[in-house]
């Protein structure tokens, strides 16, 4: 197994242990695996993605409102995409 993979497989398996959490936040429309944006712009790192509603600045979370930028060494992405309607 590649270095690479093996770090996929981590992220996998620290996505699943904390989805629920990360999920029980205010905004939160979603929990996936990604490239993390920097800059505006996709980089090659690989990131657990918390999708919100709108991003808020930390000034206006309370403690527990916040999102980590890393869980148990993996890094943590918060983006913007708005509601998320289901589709019949």
Excluded: W, Y
């Excluded at 590649?2 to 979603?30: D, I, Q, W, Y």
């Excluded at 690989?46 to 930390?58: D, E, G, H, T």
């Amino acid at each position: 197994m590649t270095e690479s993979s093996s770090f996929l497989e981590k992220v996998k398996t620290v996505k699943r242990a904390h989805e629920a959490m990360l999920l029980a936040k205010p905004n939160v429309v979603g929990v996936g695996i990604g490239f993390r944006i920097q800059g505006r712009q996709h980089s090659k790192n690989i990131a657990i993605i918390v999708m919100v509603s709108i991003k808020l600045p930390a000034s206006q979370l309370k403690a527990d409102e916040l999102i980590p930028t890393e869980i148990e060494g993996v890094p943590v992405d918060v983006q913007e995409r708005g509601a998320i309607h289901a589709q019949g």
